[in-house]
């Protein structure tokens, strides 16, 4: 009461209950460790970046979830699959907060192997509290169907039949980016699956080469909400700053360390693809490998790359056949100068016909006004006019070694004769033990800087063209892209790059002289 014995009304205070994400963070935290990795055994506490996708997931319109499909995408090895184990405990144990009464889900993947991921996790997570006996698995039908209490957690693999017929409060698919064309489906089938249950959809993974997951990526529509970390097509995947931006666990989550041991290997492979797709999540497809990244290609274009006078150079050379370009690159030693030249034979089909053919357009006719290319007589391209042309492209200089294979040896040797050449031939085996080190010591130049060029039509067409295959030993060897691929000069390129760097790496003989 106030001095006149009127009461005096106290303010009610409010208590204001924390967000949903944070309730479940609590939880987590309280309830669980981490079960393995930098911080194993510790308590179970979200990353800021974890915690912001969980609050896009969890935010709630009146008629529904805010967002019908969540995308995750981070690069390797940051916590995916525990985070997602995670968030389905919490929509099946009874005492979470975001628990859901008689929840149905579903994870699926490319193949059994993926599906399995997030089920161990859930599992891993159970066991840092003691919890593993609430979980249950039914193996038949593989990979299997997980249960607690009232809730079921199906697995699947992705074909074209899995969703279709199911009612879900949540289907993630798993490792999007791996999937193949065929199995584009899986994410219609479930998107369908959630209507009765008002559901939402998770689409997690490294990007890879998906066309339909990166188009839903680059291009959301305005239900689907997009978590990405990934590194630009322009960044520089050596520089640290470049994997913080793509990593936001990185140093507590996935070691610096590693990383730099990830970047290291990638250089001694020569090849930054599989770098930049599982560990910065650039949109690459890692099980295929180019000889080089055109990045890296273009940084050794030049203007106008000088020669030194007189040094001597390295020529490879692959010899076609009717179908196929005979092609020609040049390296110089000192400088590290490359020049190309390629021929076809025009008795069959002009450039324009072979361009069609083999399905790269008008590209030929552009190399050849560019001076890259040139016509010869016959059916197959005649050494006798293309030599004189690769001698005028090689000027004053010294040829120290020509490196090629052993087709078409006999008519190679009599050219050179004819020409009064008496270059040092090298014949190269085309199978995976000089296969490799050719493309190897390719790479290891290019990326090092040590080669210099003005811009080639004719290379990168072929470039395009050129896969690596590599082996369970790991090692490489050119093949063709698809049938009709012209990797001609990208075979002439590994082998002259291939002699350069044997020569530089020779060791000099060194001399004493005693003055008597």
Request: charged content about 25%.
């Amino acid at each position: 009461m106030d001095g006149g014995g009127h009461d005096i009304a106290h303010p009610v205070r409010h208590r204001t209950r924390p967000p949903l994400e944070a309730r479940f963070a609590y939880w987590l935290r309280s309830t669980f460790k981490i079960p393995s990795g930098m911080g194993a055994g510790e308590p179970f506490a979200l990353h800021p970046f974890q915690l912001a996708f969980l609050r896009q997931y969890l935010a709630q319109e009146a008629d529904g979830p805010l967002w019908r499909t969540c995308i995750y995408s981070t690069p390797r090895k940051l916590g995916k699959s525990t985070l997602l184990g995670a968030l389905l405990l919490g929509r099946m144990c009874e005492d979470s907060p975001i628990y859901l009464p008689g929840f149905m889900g579903a994870v699926a993947a490319p193949s059994e192997k993926h599906a399995t991921y997030i089920a161990t996790a859930m599992k891993a997570i159970l066991e840092t509290a003691g919890r593993e006996k609430e979980l249950r698995r039914r193996h038949d039908p593989k990979p299997g169907i997980l249960f607690i209490g009232d809730a079921t957690l199906t697995l699947s693999t992705g074909t074209r039949a899995q969703g279709h017929g199911a009612d879900l409060d949540l289907a993630v698919i798993d490792e999007m980016g791996l999937l193949s064309q065929n199995q584009s489906d899986l994410v219609t089938g479930f998107f369908d699956a959630l209507s009765a249950r008002n559901g939402q959809l998770i689409l997690t993974g490294t990007r890879g080469d998906s066309p339909t997951y990166n188009e839903m990526i680059d291009r959301p529509d305005k239900r689907t909400h997009v978590t990405l970390y990934a590194a630009d097509k322009g960044d520089d995947l050596s520089d640290p700053a470049t994997w913080h931006k793509s990593n936001p666990g990185l140093g507590t989550i996935k070691p610096l360390r590693f990383m730099e041991d990830a970047y290291e290997k990638a250089q001694q492979s020569g090849s930054l693809t599989e770098f930049g797709a599982w560990q910065n999540n650039q949109a690459l497809q890692p099980g295929r490998e180019l000889l080089l990244d055109y990045d890296t290609l273009r940084k050794s274009y030049r203007d106008d790359p000088q020669t030194i006078p007189g040094e001597p150079v390295h020529i490879g050379i692959d010899l076609g056949g009717s179908a196929s370009m005979t092609a020609a690159t040049i390296s110089f030693e000192q400088s590290g100068v490359v020049k190309v030249l390629g021929a076809f034979p025009g008795a069959d089909l002009n450039l324009l016909e072979r361009g069609k053919r083999d399905l790269v357009g008008d590209l030929w006719h552009r190399c050849a006004l560019a001076g890259e290319l040139i016509e010869t007589s016959g059916s197959v391209s005649d050494l006798a006019e293309f030599l004189p042309a690769l001698i005028a492209m090689i000027g004053p200089h010294p040829v120290r070694s020509v490196s090629c294979d052993r087709y078409r040896q006999a008519e190679f040797e009599t050219a050179m004769a004819r020409a009064r050449l008496a270059w040092p031939v090298i014949y190269r085996g085309t199978g995976p033990k000089d296969g490799d080190a050719d493309i190897r010591s390719t790479r290891r130049l290019f990326i090092a800087g040590a080669i210099q060029m003005k811009r080639s039509l004719l290379l990168e067409g072929s470039m395009a063209e050129a896969d690596v295959k590599v082996s369970s030993t790991g090692a490489c060897q050119l093949s063709k892209s698809h049938p009709h691929a012209r990797i001609d000069v990208a075979q002439s390129l590994v082998l002259a790059c291939s002699a350069l760097l044997r020569a530089r790496d020779e060791v000099k003989p060194t001399y004493e002289v005693d003055i008597l």
